[in-house]
């Protein structure tokens, strides 16, 4: 019963970890966070796929994304006075356009200055497509809170750079 | 700029960062296997090294008994003492059953050997000094998984409500024990996990050889109990009590014991 667990675990690894890193690198804005973080998140999955008696992951995908969102969350919340600038963006992205690179610059900044729970409220709703009620459960807001946190977020980021 | 294309730049900038997606699910598999053996690590030692700990009667058969008794047929020991307050993230268990057993008492050999690990699982036990009750609200089952003996016992929990009440009481009678210099019993501590409060693992030594593992939880108005032993019966066929071990341990160990009787599968 292990190895069939694990070999579920490693199936679902390979085919999410790439989407899970995009989620946390937007998140964290630096690659080495965004890969621990992803790290963690895949540990949890881990666990929770090899408890004795739970029942099957229903949706792993979406337990995934619950999970890395709190867990970054969560994070934030215990380090929030040491909180370092966001400023670490992958190499060659977006190819060599200059336009594109000062486009992916302003994006990290603006992200940066957004709330670590803004700026998952953006990733779920933007890069994740999730509803509103779906993000206020993984986030544990309430419907109204993430569309008034959304709308606050993209219009900051709207009058910083992103124009 | 608009919502659609905001999504459409998150996606761009995204996509841009490079994965080494053998080598992250490589990593966290084996972070994932080290991180489970430290849990069961941490359970093992819990039963060995829990000091605020009481007695549990319920879980412990009366070795010394003329006859081998079966747990379920022991006294449970544990008090009506008020509940006091409640744990952080403590569910409020009801005071009466909230839902029927609804597990097949055929299907729990398996369940629990699965759960275990265990490669050869034996049938119900039907005979004395093992009883098998199977109703809507009281299950006691004996089985032996790999040859050892292991019980289930699920019962209303009525005036045992909680395992903060029975620490209490059962800490007054450790006192009175020490001071009537009556021999340690096995031990039981508290703790809350899911919300449900586990009244947690022991191991005792009943005799020379023979080790107990046990848990028990209430949850849904029941108390639930899984014990686990490293032998296959309490006393020899003929009264004996050199019982010979199977295994250095009970074949349930202290993390599944308390993955089963925390589990929904009894009332699922």
Redesign the interface.
């Known amino acids: 019963?292990?190895e069939s667990r694990?070999t579920a675990?490693?199936e679902f690894?390979?085919a999410r970890?790439?989407h899970l890193?995009?989620?946390a690198?937007?998140l964290c804005g630096s690659?080495t966070e965004?890969?621990d973080l992803?790290?963690e998140t895949?540990?949890k999955?881990?666990?929770r796929m090899?408890?004795?008696?739970?029942?099957a992951l229903d949706n792993p995908a979406a337990y995934a994304q619950t999970t890395l969102t709190r867990t970054f969350v969560s994070s934030r919340r215990k380090r929030s006075s040491t909180e370092q600038p966001y400023a670490d963006l992958?190499?060659?992205?977006?190819g060599d356009h200059a336009d594109?690179a000062a486009?992916?610059v302003s994006?990290?900044d603006a992200l940066a200055e957004a709330s670590p729970t803004d700026r998952a409220v953006?990733?779920l709703r933007?890069?994740d497509?999730l509803s509103v009620d779906e993000v206020a459960g993984i986030l544990g807001l309430s419907p109204g809170a993430v569309r008034n946190r959304s709308m606050r977020a993209?219009a900051r980021?709207?009058e910083r750079s992103?124009? | 700029m608009k919502d659609d294309e905001f999504a459409d730049l998150l996606d761009r900038a995204a996509r841009a960062v490079p994965v080494d997606i053998a080598g992250m699910v490589t990593e966290a598999g084996a972070r994932g296997r080290r991180r489970l053996r430290r849990r069961r690590a941490a359970s093992v030692l819990a039963v060995a090294g829990v000091t605020a700990a009481v007695t549990l009667g319920v879980t412990v058969p009366d070795w010394g008994a003329d006859t081998p008794t079966p747990v379920a047929e022991q006294s449970p020991g544990f008090a009506s003492a008020p509940s006091g307050a409640a744990s952080p993230g403590l569910h409020q268990q009801p005071a009466t059953p909230d839902r029927p057993i609804t597990i097949d008492a055929e299907a729990v050999p398996q369940l629990v050997g699965e759960a275990a690990g265990a490669t050869e699982i034996g049938p119900l036990l039907n005979e004395a000094p093992y009883p098998l009750i199977a109703e809507e609200n009281r299950m006691i089952l004996h089985f032996r998984l790999d040859g050892t003996l292991t019980t289930v016992v699920i019962e209303p929990s009525q005036d045992r409500a909680s395992c903060r009440a029975a620490s209490r009481e059962s800490s007054a009678e450790k006192r009175l024990r020490t001071t009537a210099g009556a021999p340690a019993q096995p031990r039981l501590s508290c703790r809350v996990v899911d919300g449900i409060e586990v009244g947690a693992i022991t191991t005792g030594t009943v005799g020379s050889e023979v080790r107990v593992g046990s848990a028990t939880a209430w949850n849904h108005g029941y108390r639930v109990d899984v014990v686990s032993y490293n032998v296959a019966a309490g006393k020899n066929p003929d009264g004996s009590e050199d019982v010979p071990a199977l295994r250095d341990q009970p074949l349930v160990d202290g993390d599944v014991l308390v993955e089963l009787v925390t589990s929904e599968a009894w009332f699922a």
């Open positions: 019963m292990s694990t675990f490693e690894a390979r970890t790439a890193l995009r989620s690198w937007l690659r965004a890969e992803v790290q895949l540990v999955v881990y666990v090899h408890r004795v008696l739970a029942p992958p190499d060659g992205a977006l594109a486009l992916r994006l990290a953006l990733v933007y890069l497509d993209l980021m709207r992103l124009r």
